[in-house]
């Protein structure tokens, strides 16, 4: 792998990492002032209106689409020079993305199989939270082998392509054809900017400003307008500098991981559990978030893994083993920041939202405990120890 690319992913998980550790300070921060005096103030804030938007909306709507200008441009690095760049490659991680994606939705379903109104939020569970997950990592040390953190930073990075998917095809309002049209002009003058390589971002950075506002008139979730412009981003270098693509993403990266993702976290976690009842814990959209993340993300990830290897269509990671390869499908069922943001995309009934925000917390918390364990537990009983990778 070219050195660039290397330092761009050991970047990548650095600031993953931290911004991981500052994410579970703004959620907890944002638990304890929902429950304090200060809660009706946090959410009088939430939905005070600036502009055309509430706060709310532009955290989720503004923000996050730099988070996914973030991801598009992490996952065509990858996939063009990177990690996920050859089939070996991709392999193990693409296997274990689309087990992680359809295990938890079915369990989602099944909770929800008698309550029609839940079942719009299927795919709540279905997302990783890597800033979280490799957060949580970042906290076990020299516990978890490199190659193994790669290789969850890949899935995730997969799983990230899946939800931004799942976000245009299933949760996509009625449509505006003027401004679609308009978005698709703006879309085809970004690619012609590729095209004619101009290495100078502004240019680009502009015409995605304007794409994110065709977006918001258009029922396409704005967001995704962050993706598209960064599949236009030139990833080639001109006389020796970096590429712009490299350049936008060391640039945002200390942004995303410090800023934006703890800022969307303490917006989005607040949730008053004054009137928490057992009514709420038990209701499918409590258990489906819950369920899915915790046993579906797991099931998912290890059965698909561990039959792709089986198949000889994947290798295990070199120098890790069965246990630990099932401490990151544990791991998985972190998915903090895009489960909250499909919940938001999902459900307009405030009752609903704050159910599935209880369970997404409940099975991402009750996952991190449960990887931590795996991972801690038997390097203090017996030492560290590998049987190696698998051919």
Same mark, same amino acid.
């Given at each position: 792998m070219?050195?660039?690319?290397v330092?761009?992913?050991?970047d990548f998980?650095?600031? &993953?990492?931290?911004?991981?550790v500052? =994410?579970?300070?703004?959620?907890?921060?944002?638990?304890?002032?929902?429950?304090?005096?200060?809660?009706?103030?946090?959410?009088h804030?939430l939905?005070?209106?600036?502009?055309?938007?509430s706060?709310? #909306?532009?955290i989720?709507d503004?923000?996050?689409?730099? /988070? /996914?200008?973030?991801?598009?441009?992490?996952?065509? %690095? &990858?996939?063009?020079?990177?990690?996920l *760049?050859?089939? $070996?490659?991709?392999?193990?991680?693409?296997?274990?993305?689309?087990?992680?994606?359809?295990?938890?939705?079915?369990?989602?379903? @099944?909770?929800?199989?008698?309550?029609?109104?839940?079942?719009?939020?299927?795919?709540?569970?279905?997302?990783?939270?890597? !800033? /979280?997950?490799?957060?949580?990592? *970042?906290?076990?040390?020299?516990?978890?082998?490199?190659?193994?953190?790669i290789f969850?930073?890949?899935?995730?990075?997969?799983?990230?392509?899946g939800?931004?998917?799942?976000i245009?095809?299933?949760y996509?309002?009625?449509?505006?054809?003027?401004?679609l049209?308009?978005?698709?002009?703006? =879309?085809?003058?970004?690619?012609?900017?590729?095209?004619?390589?101009?290495?100078?971002?502004?240019?680009?950075?502009?015409?995605?400003?304007?794409?994110w506002?065709? /977006?918001?008139?258009?029922?396409? #979730?704005?967001?995704?307008?962050?993706?598209?412009?960064?599949?236009?981003?030139p990833?080639?270098?001109?006389?020796?500098? #970096?590429? $712009?693509?490299?350049?936008?993403? #060391?640039?945002?990266n200390?942004?995303?991981?410090y @800023?934006?993702?703890?800022?969307?976290g303490f917006?989005?976690?607040?949730? !008053?559990?004054?009137?928490?009842?057992? *009514?709420?814990?038990?209701?499918?959209?409590? =258990?489906?978030?819950?369920?899915?993340?915790?046993?579906?993300k797991?099931?998912?990830?290890?059965?698909?893994?561990?039959?792709?290897i089986?198949?000889?269509?994947?290798? %295990?990671?070199?120098?890790?083993?069965?246990?630990?390869?099932?401490?990151?499908?544990?791991?998985?069922?972190?998915?903090f920041?895009?489960?909250?943001?499909?919940?938001?995309?999902?459900?307009?009934?405030a009752?609903?939202r704050e &159910?599935?925000?209880?369970?997404v917390?409940?099975?991402?918390?009750a996952?991190?405990?449960?990887?931590w364990?795996?991972?801690?537990? $038997?390097?203090?009983?017996t030492?560290?120890t590998?049987?190696?990778?698998?051919?």
């Amino acid at each position: 792998m070219p050195a660039r690319a290397v330092s761009a992913l050991r970047d990548f998980l650095r600031s &993953e990492s931290a911004g991981g550790v500052l =994410l579970m300070i703004a959620a907890a921060a944002a638990l304890l002032t929902a429950n304090s005096p200060l809660g009706a103030a946090y959410f009088h804030a939430l939905h005070a209106y600036l502009g055309p938007l509430s706060v709310e #909306h532009w955290i989720n709507d503004g923000l996050m689409a730099v /988070f /996914f200008l973030l991801v598009g441009l992490e996952i065509k %690095r &990858e996939v063009v020079g990177g990690e996920l *760049s050859t089939w $070996p490659r991709r392999a193990l991680p693409g296997f274990a993305a689309l087990g992680g994606m359809i295990a938890p939705a079915l369990i989602y379903l @099944l909770v929800a199989r008698e309550a029609p109104d839940v079942r719009a939020g299927w795919a709540i569970p279905a997302a990783t939270d890597i !800033a /979280f997950a490799l957060g949580v990592l *970042s906290l076990l040390g020299p516990r978890v082998p490199g190659a193994l953190k790669i290789f969850l930073a890949a899935l995730a990075i997969i799983d990230d392509l899946g939800a931004i998917l799942i976000i245009a095809f299933f949760y996509t309002d009625h449509l505006t054809l003027w401004a679609l049209g308009a978005a698709g002009a703006v =879309l085809a003058g970004l690619i012609g900017l590729n095209r004619l390589k101009v290495a100078a971002l502004w240019p680009y950075l502009l015409l995605g400003a304007l794409l994110w506002f065709l /977006f918001l008139k258009s029922g396409v #979730h704005a967001t995704l307008a962050g993706v598209l412009l960064a599949m236009t981003i030139p990833l080639t270098s001109t006389r020796g500098e #970096h590429s $712009p693509l490299h350049r936008l993403e #060391h640039g945002l990266n200390p942004w995303v991981a410090y @800023l934006i993702v703890p800022v969307f976290g303490f917006a989005n976690a607040g949730v !008053a559990l004054g009137g928490l009842t057992a *009514s709420v814990l038990t209701a499918p959209a409590t =258990l489906g978030a819950a369920l899915g993340l915790f046993l579906g993300k797991q099931a998912g990830v290890m059965a698909f893994s561990a039959a792709a290897i089986a198949l000889g269509l994947a290798r %295990r990671p070199t120098g890790v083993t069965w246990s630990q390869l099932y401490g990151v499908a544990v791991l998985c069922g972190v998915g903090f920041t895009m489960s909250l943001f499909i919940n938001n995309l999902a459900f307009q009934d405030a009752l609903l939202r704050e &159910e599935t925000k209880i369970g997404v917390l409940a099975g991402s918390v009750a996952s991190a405990l449960l990887a931590w364990l795996i991972f801690a537990l $038997p390097r203090r009983r017996t030492g560290a120890t590998t049987d190696g990778g698998s051919n």
